[in-house]
């Protein structure tokens, strides 16, 4: 082990990605034990940032681009897990690195996370934290973002068959295009003009009445949540003298933004720190020199490189849960 430990030191004055990349070469023939302290090394960085901000860390990676990342109700039992060995705290962040998912299931994380935290609350996005994800962040008293995070839109999806191929559109799409085939049917009627092909494409399943009214519900759910949380931790906790009304017309403004897809255009769309503020979040900007976005930062790369070394094309890992003490993959 002293033979590791002299190669790791001079490893480290190389730049952190060449850094991991290096000590996963050196990892790789050891033990899932060596692998673990060697590359996430979730043992020395946790506790190091826990001890600096004196909160408790978790920390919940996914593999942008694999099927099986999307927040779902697996994700429960692991978060929980992770939460009750931390026990009740004053205060806890949630590290979330995630393409998005259930929005039933990111309120149930919302809702864990508090049961678990007596002051605050706090997410932390060293990179993505989209659709889900983001509710995820807007259910926290404030957001932790560095030059490169990004929160994303959280306008319902809905996933359909086109050609044998499944695709994700947004659920506004369907409302929209049955909005605009009832006018033009109607503009036909009006001007005695054949009218049968928009009752042809009416009668289609995307924009049928009770495909469409799921569709305003799902839509009418992510506001929702958006709406309850708001007023009562974020934006109470940035502007404390405002009163209730001001509080619910500003949540109100600000799930209209987020969840629209006429605005945003792409699901995908990257809302950044900057612009995460302007809105009205509570949101804490950490420039890239910080050295607590460093670490951050590193906590989350070697995530990521430690997915990539325990995967293969047989089985590749889909997410990461991690804390000062354990660590979890999802297949």
Same mark, same amino acid.
């Given at each position: 082990?002293?033979?590791?430990n002299?190669?790791?030191?001079?490893?480290?004055?190389? $730049?952190?990605?060449?850094?991991?990349?290096?000590?996963?070469?050196?990892?790789?023939?050891?033990?899932?034990?060596?692998k673990?302290?060697?590359?996430?090394?979730?043992k020395?960085?946790?506790?190091?940032?826990?001890?600096?901000?004196?909160?408790?860390?978790?920390?919940?990676i996914?593999?942008?681009g694999?099927?099986? =990342?999307?927040i779902?109700?697996?994700?429960?039992?692991?978060?929980?897990?992770?939460?009750?060995?931390?026990?009740s705290?004053?205060?806890?962040?949630f590290?979330?690195h995630?393409?998005?998912?259930?929005?039933?299931?990111?309120?149930k994380i919302?809702?864990?996370?508090?049961?678990?935290?007596?002051?605050?609350?706090?997410? /932390?996005? $060293?990179?993505?934290?989209?659709s889900?994800?983001?509710?995820?962040?807007?259910?926290?008293?404030?957001?932790?973002?560095?030059?490169? *995070?990004e929160?994303? $839109? /959280?306008d319902?999806?809905? @996933? /359909?068959?086109?050609?044998?191929?499944?695709?994700q559109l947004?659920?506004?799409?369907?409302?929209?295009?049955r &909005?605009?085939?009832?006018? &033009?049917? =109607?503009?036909?009627k009006?001007?005695?003009?054949? @009218?049968?092909?928009?009752l042809?494409?009416? *009668?289609?399943?995307t924009?049928?009445?009770?495909?469409?009214?799921?569709?305003?519900? &799902?839509i009418n759910?992510?506001?929702?949540?958006?709406?309850?949380w708001?007023?009562?931790y974020m934006?109470k906790?940035?502007n $404390?003298?405002?009163n209730?009304?001001?509080l619910?017309?500003?949540?109100?403004?600000i799930?209209?933004?987020? =969840?629209?897809?006429?605005k945003? @255009?792409?699901h995908?769309?990257?809302?950044?720190?900057?612009? *995460?503020?302007?809105l009205?979040?509570?949101?804490?900007?950490?420039q890239? &020199?910080?050295p607590t976005?460093?670490?951050?930062w590193?906590?989350?790369?070697?995530?990521?490189l430690?997915?990539?070394?325990n995967?293969?094309?047989?089985?590749?890992? *889909?997410?990461?849960?991690?804390?000062?003490?354990?660590?979890?993959?999802?297949?």
């Open positions: 082990m002293d033979t590791l002299s190669i790791a030191a001079k490893i480290q004055k190389e $730049p952190l990605l060449q850094q991991v990349l290096k000590e996963i070469g050196i990892a790789s023939q050891e033990s899932d034990k060596v673990s302290e060697m590359i996430l090394k979730h020395i960085l946790i506790p190091q940032y826990e001890e600096k901000e004196k909160r408790k860390l978790i920390v919940y996914a593999k942008i694999n099927q099986k =990342s999307a779902n109700t697996d994700d429960i039992a692991p978060i929980g897990s992770m939460l009750a060995n931390c026990g705290v004053e205060n806890l962040d590290m979330i995630s393409p998005g998912g259930s929005g039933v299931t990111a309120e919302v809702e864990m996370c508090r049961k678990y935290t007596t002051k605050e609350f706090r997410v /932390i996005v $060293p990179n993505m934290a989209k889900a994800a983001t509710i995820i962040a807007l259910g926290a008293d404030s957001i932790v973002m560095g030059y490169c *995070s929160l994303g $839109p /959280i319902a999806q809905k @996933f /359909i068959n086109v050609g044998g191929v499944m695709q947004s659920a506004q799409s369907f409302i929209s295009a &909005e605009n085939l009832l006018k &033009e049917l =109607s503009k036909a009006a001007e005695k003009k054949e @009218f049968i092909g928009y042809q494409q009416l *009668s289609s399943s924009v049928e009445p009770a495909f469409i009214e799921e569709c305003k519900r &799902e759910f992510a506001n929702d949540l958006v709406k309850k708001l007023p009562q934006l906790v940035k $404390p003298s405002w209730s009304r001001k619910k017309q500003t949540a109100n403004i799930a209209k933004n987020l =969840s629209s897809a006429d945003r @255009f792409v995908g769309r990257m809302i950044g720190a900057d612009e *995460s503020g302007s009205g979040l509570g949101i804490t900007t950490l890239k &020199e910080d976005w460093n670490l951050l590193e906590i989350y790369l070697r995530s990521e430690f997915l990539m070394v995967s293969n094309p047989q089985q590749q890992a *889909s997410k990461l849960f991690f804390d000062n003490q354990n660590f979890l993959f999802a297949f």
